[in-house]
């Protein structure tokens, strides 16, 4: 792996950062990262109060603050601010029309406000060419991995799983996975939580499987950095799940069709064959190069230092 050559040390830097999170457990892990991240790099804070960042916030005066909200934006944000406004988009992007209503309307209505942003920080290069095409100003920036928080591989667990998912029953997946339940039976593990407890039972899997609700191309980003923590092998609709190179870090499948459903069981059997725990080894070596504190270093300071 090599490194962007850009000097990031805070007297090289105009702008101080921080990084509101909303109060959701599901981002426990990946918040935990930021924070131990931040504290190494310096002039970066992580902030909890989201549902309190109201219009009135003296930060938002502030022309040396790049103010990073993840997942979330505030419903009101002043019109005369001086702070940059930044938001770390980690939901799918596509044809609204193809999507369940959660995902079309949280879309449509950030679709609404783009303008509004300094910047958009998409996890994979189709959630960033999605608000260049809408004549936002985005970039790419992977969220990166942090072995002691989100855990290691244990090379040793015994794998009692052929597959295991993690996820709400919704969407395209109402009816994919009741077919690999069907087929797969005892050998099928549906994990229910998030975090290190999710990638810890991923390890007693030999691979394990994401199909999105809709059929968006981009790669659920969050999910990436969980299987860099586990021995299990990530087994995927062909979806772009950069910087995972396909074939080499994980197992890409043609996309399930619902009026044959069995024909995408048929080939996740046939992936379960090959050799998976080589697989998930060159996964873990190359992706945890890319660590929390590396993806702010190499791709997020430059972008924001870039803003003028």
Known sequence: MVYAVYDSSVAKRRYRITYVFPPNYVFDEIRLSYERAAARIGNITINHDYYYWTPEKKEWDDPDLAIIFWCNIPWVVPARRKAKFVFQYVESVGDPEKMVPEQRKWLTYYMTRSKELDLFIGGTPPVRDFWLHRGSRAIVAPIGHDPQVMGTPDWTREKTYDLGFCGLLVGRREWILPAI?????????????????????????????????AEEDAFADMRLWSAVSTSAALVTENRDAWPAIPGVHYVPLYPAKKENPEEFVDAIESALKMPLVDMARRMHKDLSAYTAERCMEEFTIPAIEALG
């Open 181 to 213: 339940a069907r087929r797969l039976g005892k050998r099928f593990l549906n994990i229910q939580g998030f975090g290190r407890f999710r990638n810890d039972a991923f390890n007693s899997c030999k691979a394990m499987l994401y199909v999105g609700h």
